[in-house]
């Protein structure tokens, strides 16, 4: 069974995606809506086929940690976080230094 993200998701129809640092460079921008609800695979399968002018994003998106709300969900198989209208996807590539 998929396992429920976001219980403090806000009504809405959408999910939102912020990107982080290499991320923000490799999509172009800081954040975009997408639709709800859906399954962390899909989302981030969606996120590149929308950015496919934009060849790096696919590479940076394979290795960013990704947050649900403030919930890391490195250990989730992607396919069984479902994702609801009103939470918000971090999307965080790996940064240098500490």
Known sequence: ???AVGPNAVPGETVRVRYWAGARAAAGLAEEPFPAPTTL????GEVVARHLDRPRLKDVVSV???LVGDRPVSTSDPANVVLRPGDTVELLPPFAGG
């Open 41 to 44: 695979a899909d989302l981030l």
């Open 64 to 66: 960013c940690s990704v």
């Open 1 to 3: 069974m998929a396992e």
